[in-house]
């Protein structure tokens, strides 16, 4: 296991009523997922907004620090990736 996802026995109480992790995880892998699914059709930008802002979960706001853009022209990338996972998935895109 690694160490980032190790927990020492004493605070298991504690992680285990903080959330369920299994579920964390699971919809994160998924995410990933859909996410390397989707590189076959997004541009390198569209992929790396989406990137952060599915899988590490940064606002648009922050995302623009990240990259060097706008947090509106982030928001139209964002906009424009969402749309192309509405046509590959579905209302499954979400």
Same mark, same amino acid.
């Given at each position: 296991?690694?160490?980032?996802? #190790?927990?020492?026995?004493?605070?298991?109480?504690?992680?285990?009523?903080?959330?369920?992790?299994?579920?964390?995880?699971?919809?994160?892998?998924?995410? #990933?997922?859909?996410?390397?699914?989707?590189?076959?059709?997004?541009?390198?930008?569209?992929? +790396?907004?989406?990137?952060?802002?599915?899988?590490?979960?940064?606002?648009?706001?922050?995302?623009?620090?990240?990259?060097?853009?706008?947090?509106?022209?982030?928001?139209?990338?964002?906009?424009?990736?969402? #749309?192309?996972?509405?046509?590959?998935?579905?209302?499954?895109? +979400?």
């Amino acid at each position: 296991m690694p160490a980032h996802a #190790q927990v020492p026995i004493d605070a298991i109480n504690e992680v285990a009523s903080a959330g369920d992790m299994a579920a964390d995880l699971a919809t994160r892998v998924d995410a #990933q997922r859909k996410i390397a699914d989707l590189s076959r059709f997004l541009s390198d930008s569209e992929m +790396e907004v989406l990137t952060l802002h599915w899988v590490d979960e940064f606002s648009a706001r922050e995302i623009g620090r990240i990259v060097g853009r706008s947090h509106r022209a982030v928001e139209s990338l964002l906009h424009r990736a969402r #749309q192309k996972a509405l046509e590959r998935w579905g209302d499954h895109a +979400e």
